[in-house]
Nanobody, 116 residues
Framework: QVQLVESGGGLVQAGGSLRLSCTAT????????MAWYRRAPGKQREMVAT???????DYADSVKGRFTISSGVAKNTVFLQMNSLKPEDTAVYYC??????????WGKGTLVTVSS
């Protein structure tokens, strides 16, 4: 079992930046995918960014060019640098990991609020 703890959320004005962090503890055996998802008010949860095997990244079209996902040197942390934030980025952001056997874990989420 992997435990995930997110941090870095908060209130920011449109155009501003935030950096989310997620630290994983527990059994990290064969973890190959780390990701950020978000759920905006009244909407379904959606993928924001993924990083696979420490270097292959993918992004939702809505955040390409503004958000950057990266993993820490120790490979048990994942970051989401969010620039040029928009009010529509307001959501609860969740950290997610999955191993090569398909076992996954979710964090409890951190709230990001972007004011116009």
């Amino acid at each position: 079992q992997v435990q995930l703890v997110e941090s870095g959320g908060g209130l920011v004005q449109a155009g501003g930046s935030l950096r989310l962090s997620c630290t994983a503890t527990g059994n990290m055996w064969k973890i190959n995918t780390m990701a950020w998802y978000r759920r905006a008010p009244g909407k379904q949860r959606e993928m924001v960014a993924t990083i696979t095997n420490g270097d292959s990244t993918d992004y939702a079209d809505s955040v390409k060019g503004r958000f950057t996902i990266s993993s820490g040197v120790a490979k048990n942390t994942v970051f989401l640098q969010m620039n040029s934030l928009k009010p529509e980025d307001t959501a609860v952001y969740y950290c997610y990991v999955r191993n090569s056997l398909g076992m996954d874990s979710w964090g409890k989420g951190t709230l990001v609020t972007v004011s116009s």
